[in-house]
């Protein structure tokens, strides 16, 4: 019972340093996303993708990027890290359409010195 | 621009009070609400709401939605210490392709 799975659980990160967060389900969903969580800010969409092939902006996307080339598979890359990157990520799928529940990762602490 | 805005943002209250939280929304193609909580790791699944007037319940949570006027409430009923909690609230909407943009959330405190 996988579910959504994040790797790394923690990193640190000097700045300028790149990295990718992993992230993988096996509920065939077609709806991945990335979402930033910082204290006071909620949860924020960085970007998502609604199939394979098909990416999109969500609300806060600047250094980061995605892509989808598998159903399963939706890694977020940090291009080049910043102080201003230190946040808790967590990957989320569901299904596409109404009634559909969201499937969250334990999320990534990511910590950029 | 779509938007979801939740109130209060935080709230302390004593075992046994019961509690509102309030979420509104401004969203393209508006497709369901959802209703998370979260206790410092990955948001748990409470509600989804996709109809105006039919109360979801749970145990002492229950929820509603009013699509005319663009909002949720979220009632926690007898409240216990295990309920202090970030919740969040989420809308799943079509503006250009489908997503879910969250609330800022509410912090609610129980004290013994």
């Known amino acids: ?52 092939g098909i990416t999109d902006q969500g609300e806060v996307p600047n250094g980061y990027n995605v892509s989808r080339s598998t159903t399963e598979d939706f890694p977020l890359r940090l291009l080049s890290a910043a102080p201003s990157q230190t946040s ?26 | 621009e779509d938007k979801v805005v939740q109130s209060p943002l935080s709230l302390v209250v004593h075992e046994g009070d019961t509690v509102t939280l309030n979420c509104s929304y401004e969203v393209t193609n508006f497709r369901s609400l959802l209703w998370y909580k979260q206790e410092k790791k990955a948001p748990t699944f409470l509600f989804m709401l996709t109809s105006s007037g039919i109360e979801k319940k749970s145990g002492r949570l229950s929820s509603i939605l009013d699509k005319k006027e663009l909002f949720s409430i979220l009632n926690i009923t007898a ?34």
């Open chain 1, 1 to 52: 019972n996988a579910g959504v799975t994040q790797t790394p659980k923690f990193q640190v990160l000097k700045t300028g340093q790149s990295m990718t967060l992993q992230c993988a389900q096996d509920m065939n969903h077609e709806y991945m996303s990335w979402y930033r969580q910082d204290p006071g800010m909620g949860l924020r969409l960085i970007h998502y993708s609604v199939g394979a």
């Open chain 1, 88 to 113: 808790v990520y967590f990957c989320a799928s569901s299904y596409l359409g109404s009634g559909n529940t969201i499937y969250f990762g334990e999320g990534s602490w990511l910590t950029v010195v």
């Open chain 2, 79 to 112: 409240t216990q210490t295990g309920d202090s909690a970030v919740y969040l609230c989420a809308v799943h909407y079509s503006g250009g392709y489908q997503k879910v943009t969250f609330g800022i959330g509410t912090k609610l405190q129980v004290i013994p």
